[in-house]
C-alpha cells in the first residue's frame, strides 16, 4: 500500500461528464498554482484527427499514427495550454459529436494505454490537477489528492445544454440527456478502466450543488490534508 509520503504530486478529478470537471479542475489549478491537465481533451483530440474508423485500425497502427501526434503542457491555472503535435487544441473538440467518438475511442484498449503512457509522461514533470474518467484508478493510482464527481443525469444535461449556448451551439434538452445517458454506458461498462470512483477518492453529488460551492468542498479539503505544501 502506498505511505502518505510515497504520494504522486498530483490532484485528481474523475466524473462523467456534465458534473463541472473542467471549471472546477481549472479553479484547484488556479488556486493551487499547478498545471491543469485535461485528459478528456486528449482523447477528444485523438478522436477528431482519427476519425470514426478508429475502432477497425490494429493496435500498431493505431500507435503508428498517434506517435505523430504527442501532446505537450505548459503554463499554469489559467494559464495552462494543452497542444498536439505543436497546435494548441481549442473548441473543435468541444462538439457532442467528437464527445461520442471519444467515448467510442476510450473503449479501445490499445487506445487507452497510447493515452495512460501520454498522461503518465505529463505528470512525471511534475505536480498538476488531472481531470478525467479513470485519473484516480487508473492512470494516477497513487496520486496525493482524489475526487469523484457525480450529478444526476437531467442535471448534467441542463448544465451541457447552458454550456453549449454560451458557445453558440443550440441542443433540445432531451437529445442531451440520451446522449450523455449513451456516453455514461460507454464509459460506465467498457472492459478496460470503466468508470467509477478510486476508493480512496472523496465522491461529492453536485447535484444540489453550484460551481463554488463544490470548489469549496475541494479546497477545504485539500486544505484541511497538507494544502499546496503536500504536492511540492
Not at 495550454?81 to 471519444?102: F, M, N
Not at 478496460?192 to 460551492?213: H, K, M, N, Q
Request: net charge neutral.
Amino acid at each position: 500500500m502506498t505511505s502518505r509520503k510515497d504520494k504522486l504530486p498530483v490532484v485528481t478529478l474523475d466524473g462523467p461528464a456534465g458534473v463541472g470537471k473542467t471549471t472546477l479542475a481549472r479553479r484547484l489549478a488556479e488556486a493551487l498554482s499547478l498545471p491543469y491537465l485535461d485528459t478528456g481533451a486528449m482523447f477528444r483530440t485523438l478522436a477528431l484527427r482519427l476519425g470514426p474508423d478508429a475502432a477497425s485500425l490494429s493496435p500498431e497502427e493505431l500507435r503508428r499514427r498517434c506517435a505523430a501526434w504527442p501532446f505537450t503542457l505548459e503554463g499554469t491555472g489559467a494559464a495552462s495550454r494543452l497542444s498536439c503535435a505543436g497546435e494548441p487544441v481549442g473548441d473543435e473538440i468541444r462538439t457532442e459529436a467528437v464527445g461520442l467518438l471519444a467515448a467510442q475511442l476510450g473503449t479501445i484498449p490499445a487506445a487507452r494505454d497510447i493515452l495512460k503512457e501520454a498522461q503518465q509522461k505529463l505528470g512525471a514533470r511534475g505536480p498538476l490537477v488531472a481531470e478525467g474518467r479513470d485519473m484516480g484508478t487508473a492512470v494516477f493510482p497513487g496520486a496525493r489528492f482524489k475526487f469523484f464527481l457525480d450529478a444526476t443525469p437531467e442535471t448534467r444535461a441542463l448544465r451541457r445544454q447552458r454550456d453549449l449556448a454560451c458557445r453558440g451551439q443550440h441542443e433540445e434538452l432531451a437529445v442531451l440527456a440520451e446522449q450523455i445517458r449513451q456516453r455514461d454506458a460507454l464509459d460506465r461498462g467498457r472492459a478496460v478502466a470503466p468508470l467509477r470512483p478510486a476508493e480512496d477518492a472523496l465522491i461529492v453529488d453536485t447535484s444540489a450543488l453550484d460551481i463554488e460551492g463544490v470548489f469549496q468542498v475541494l479546497i477545504n479539503h485539500i486544505e484541511a490534508h497538507g494544502g499546496r505544501a503536500a504536492l511540492a
